[in-house]
């Protein structure tokens, strides 16, 4: 028997889950969700929700979308895990589909796999991987960065918000070329220079690599400007280092213009680290390295035990074909320029927007005090995201402020639900 109640449900969550699981409830009155289908979500009383969230970037081309959830239950069925030990093709299959849909112009990057669960694990193998390979210890990362809850991935996550005591170390952080309001101001130059002052300064001068997602997720939809990237793997490769890409939310066709969101700047970095939206909700991740790179840790053990699980791995298969089936990155780019129009709008509209920025449907607000000294407006941030969950839009907050709403919805976003999220939205705002 389960009780769905809200009352009960809220109760068992108080008295059993630790306060570190249960104290992240963004909302002031949670909801207890019973069903989703592809951009919409319902709660227990039946309220039709429309999900700018997707389940934190998890649901990439649909809630509960039928050829994944066929995909998955037919393996469970057949057999639900077989570990690595043994051999089965579903993973190797998903191997050579995912290898496939990497840049390679010139024909000569041979790419390969290694599957985790999530993606604070794929990140921790990264980093072991780059250290493994570059013999360098130093990791560099951005401020803003957020890359996982596990202890390796907190030590190069930025943010402080998202950092417990007790990291391991050898990270040194650079400054975030936020072109809104990142330190140097807008511009790329000042933030590369700022890379080799790091590498000079914080590091030994040789170092092990850099993490950066393309557009920073959790950061607050930080995007990373023209040239950034492909100046960073300069600068990092003349330090003996790797870069390292983690398109845990900006992969998969999310930016609109490419499968991965590191390709705008024609970089191609050495690991890619995926996870969330790989599986549309089936717990999965995954390195993808050049063969060269994953080669040294051959040497020793390195064992996830549900890495390559064939049930998440037959989803992960499905997801890649639907993502070419149903045109999903077309749908992202041409839905998210849609509601980035609408959103600029908004903006013109409501003094409390200082910025409306993003790709495809990455896309954030950010609410500030006084548009000329960009004060972060946290307070509003939340009025409007209480206020917005009224309309039946479900959206983030987030940035090292919180004062970002953070749009990353189900990839099948329609052009009808831009103008649910426009009025809801708009609503909201006026509602203050
Ligand atoms: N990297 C980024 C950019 C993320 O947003 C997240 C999760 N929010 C992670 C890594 C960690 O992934 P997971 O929660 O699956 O461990």
């Known amino acids: 028997h389960t009780d769905w109640t809200l009352n009960e449900t809220a109760a068992r969550r108080d008295n059993f889950y630790a ?24 709660d227990v009383e039946g309220r039709k929700y429309t999900d700018l969230l997707g389940m934190n970037v998890c649901i990439s081309v649909g809630h509960s979308h039928p050829k994944v959830v066929a995909a998955a239950m037919a393996q469970a069925q057949e057999l639900t895990h077989c570990t690595t030990m043994f051999y089965h093709p579903v993973p190797a299959h998903f191997a050579e589909e995912l290898a496939a849909t990497m840049p390679n112009p010139d024909g000569d990057i ?48 930025g943010i402080s918000g998202w950092r417990h005591p007790g990291m391991p170390g050898n990270v040194a952080f650079v400054a975030e070329p936020n072109q ?73 066709g999310r930016t609109g213009d490419h499968m991965w969101g590191f390709e705008r700047d024609g970089v191609i970095p050495d690991i890619v680290v995926m996870a969330k939206g790989i599986g549309n909700g089936f717990p999965l991740g995954a390195v993808v390295a050049r063969k060269h790179i994953a080669a040294p840790m051959a ?26 089936e149903d045109k999903i990155q077309e749908n992202a780019r041409t839905v998210g320029a849609a509601l980035l129009e609408r959103l600029r709008a908004l903006k013109h509209k409501h003094e409390a927007i200082g910025d409306v920025r993003g790709r495809g449907l990455m896309l954030a607000i950010e609410m500030v005090k006084d548009r000329k000294t960009k ?4 307070q509003t941030t939340a009025a409007v995201f209480e206020a917005c969950r009224d309309s ?12 970002c709403l953070r749009m990353v919805p189900p990839m099948c976003l329609s052009l009808q639900d831009v103008d649910q999220v426009h009025d809801g939205l708009d609503r909201a705002f006026s509602s203050l």
């Not at 069903?35 to 319902?42: I, P, R, T």
């Open 110 to 157: 041979e790419w390969v796999v290694h599957f985790t669960n999530s993606g604070s694990e794929a990140i921790d193998l990264a980093m072991t991987m780059a250290r493994s390979y570059t013999g360098n210890l130093d990791l560099l990362a951005l401020r803003t960065a957020y890359h996982g809850p596990t202890a390796a991935a907190q030590s190069i996550t």
């Open 299 to 324: 040497e020793k053990f390195m064992f996830h035990t549900y890495g390559a699980n064939p049930t998440s791995c037959a989803a992960g298969r499905a997801v890649l074909q639907v993502i070419r």
């Open 19 to 42: 306060a570190s699981q249960s104290k992240f409830i963004p909302f002031k009155d949670p909801m207890v969700f019973k069903k989703g289908s592809m951009q919409y979500l319902w």
């Open 375 to 378: 004060e972060p407006d946290p």
């Open 180 to 252: 809104y309001r990142g330190i140097f101001g807008a511009g790329v130059d000042p933030y590369l220079d700022e890379i080799e002052r790091t590498i000079n300064t914080a590091t030994t001068g040789q170092i092990a690599g850099m993490f950066i997602e393309s557009v920073q997720g959790y950061g607050g939809i930080i995007e990373m400007p023209h040239g950034y990237m492909s100046g960073a793997a300069e600068r990092v490769r003349a330090a003996g280092g790797l870069l390292i890409a983690d398109e845990v939310q900006a992969g998969f």
């Open 392 to 403: 039946g839009l479900i959206l983030s907050k987030s940035g090292a402020f919180q004062s």
